[in-house]
């Protein structure tokens, strides 16, 4: 037993992990996948790595020093029970199992129970950065057993991104669930942010006449100020790629029907049940699945829209209005994201630190931003704040960039120009900030066909009114 740790699962994710965890001081991984060609592969494409291949479950714990320590990394879904399953037939209590795939949380809640009948301990740890980020540091959100955190802590800070200040990119997150949880709420603010890039984008090249290549040197600009981030980036690299079998800007010629492998979908299933809004990720998502129905975008092709052409007067004012939108509305989705960790946490009984989870997506992740600093200082200066963006920084971006943020709304609804993901996170502003809802006429609707009650602003209780009958008002059994 040599291997300080193992991986299970070979094919590019798995590999560049163990490449990863090879590549660092004091690690030796024992691997194994289900077919051998891949862990010869591996051997034979990294003589120089510290691997110590194993070709059945038995001989993968046999070289694992005690208490073994493997990561899985296979598609998440049934295979990932089945190599689970393998393995706890070969381990022992006090050994550590961790799922690194994108696991749904209540799979990850349901596992680690089933396992520590067994005294093994499961960790579900959700692994950002895609390829690259596993080969050279992926921002790592474990969840699991907190005993399980001493083995399995130094390992992780070990390969995890460094985030500007040294501080590695891996915290435990909570029990069980708790890390796939934050992970899935990750992806879904990585679609809200991916969108909200994509409008910025689509708005500026209908409102200006830009060129893909000259936006694309306005995203790097961007890149140097306070939208900085890696999705900022490589929007700009994406953007100035010419196609060489066309010679026309790639992005006009990539089918403009995006993909989706479900986490997105997951983060909004989960908020409508958490009663969460997250309607920034929600309009991102279904903007998605609206790209992809083509014969229904055919048939409503014939339908109208505006009148006149869209052409802004002054280019650079109404490029500068986007810029302040963007930011505005990214402030909504990470504000409408953390809403959900926070009320996930509160129903699953974890106890996350809001702070450190902003810190451990500051580099390895794909949303990983300067950003996230900000949202770390506001959970620092006030650990409970119940609306992350109502923070002083976040507060003033908004009072400053609402006006812009208004403009380019009413801008891209004038113009017939789809901004989904702009235009909810304004209202969803406006609603949160307002001093009245219309909620209250809701509130007597419901009451109204189904006796369903209300509250009163001016004393306490339930009331019903008898609208079939006289309508005078009774008390009446909260029903909600
Ligand atoms: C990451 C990514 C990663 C993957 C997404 C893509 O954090 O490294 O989020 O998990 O690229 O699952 O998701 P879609 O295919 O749904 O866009």
Redesign the pocket.
């Known amino acids: 037993a040599v291997a300080n740790i193992g991986v299970v699962g070979l094919a590019v994710m798995g590999s560049n992990l163990a490449r990863n965890l090879a590549s660092r001081e004091g690690n030796t991984v024992a691997i194994y996948n289900r077919s051998r060609e891949k862990t010869d592969q591996l051997l034979a494409d990294h003589p120089e790595a510290q691997f110590v291949p194993a070709y059945s479950y038995e001989e993968f714990a046999a070289s694992l020093a005690k208490p073994r320590t493997a990561i899985i990394m296979v598609k998440a879904g049934a295979g990932t029970d089945a190599v689970i399953q393998a393995l706890t037939e070969v381990f022992e209590p006090g050994d550590i199992i961790v799922d690194g795939g994108?696991a749904l949380f209540t799979d990850t809640i349901r596992r680690e129970k089933a396992v520590r009948e067994t005294g093994i301990n499961f960790v579900g740890a959700?692994?950002?950065?895609?390829e690259e980020?596993a080969l050279t540091g992926?921002?790592i959100m474990p969840g699991g057993p907190e005993e399980s955190w001493v083995t399995l802590g130094p390992i992780l800070r070990s390969i995890a991104a460094v985030a500007p200040d040294g501080e590695p990119c891996v915290t435990h997150v909570g029990t069980d669930g708790a890390g796939h949880f934050v992970?899935m709420v990750?992806?879904g603010i990585?679609?809200a942010d991916?969108q909200l890039i994509a409008e910025a984008y689509d708005l500026i090249r209908r409102g200006t006449g830009k060129t893909p290549a000259e936006i694309a040197d306005i995203f790097a600009e961007w890149n140097t100020g306070e939208l900085e981030s890696y999705l900022i980036e490589i929007t700009a690299e994406v953007l100035r790629q010419v196609d060489a079998a066309t010679g026309r800007p790639l992005v006009d010629v990539i089918l403009d029907q995006?993909?989706?492998?479900?986490?997105?979908?997951w983060t909004v299933q989960t908020a409508l049940s958490l009663g969460v809004p997250v309607s920034g990720i929600a309009e991102a998502t279904f903007a998605?699945s609206l790209s992809s129905h083509p014969e229904q975008r055919e048939a409503a092709a014939s339908l109208p829209g505006p009148d006149e052409d869209f052409r802004v007067a002054d280019a650079d004012a109404f490029i500068e209005d986007v810029r302040q939108a963007l930011f505005a509305s990214k402030i909504v989705a990470y504000s409408q994201g953390f809403d959900e960790i926070r009320a996930g946490a509160a129903e699953y009984g974890w106890n996350i630190d809001l702070g450190a989870i902003s810190k451990i997506w500051r580099a390895g992740?794909?949303?990983r931003a300067q950003f996230l600093n900000r949202i770390a200082d506001a959970y620092a200066e006030t650990p409970d704040l119940p609306v992350l963006m109502t923070a002083p920084y976040f507060a003033e971006a908004l009072t400053s960039g609402q006006a812009a943020w208004r403009r380019v709304v009413v801008a891209a609804t004038q113009a017939g120009i789809p901004s989904p993901a702009f235009s909810s996170s304004l209202a969803y502003y406006d609603g949160i900030r307002a001093d009245r809802l219309p909620a209250a006429l809701v509130q007597g609707q419901r009451d109204f066909f189904g006796a369903h009650t209300y509250k009163r602003i001016d004393k306490p209780g339930t009331f019903h009114t008898l609208w079939s009958g006289d309508r005078t008002e009774i008390e009446a059994e909260d029903t909600h």
């Open positions: 994108n959700g692994i950002s950065g895609g980020g992926p921002s992970k990750h992806n990585e679609y991916m995006a993909g989706a492998k479900g986490t997105g979908a998605r992740c794909i949303i």
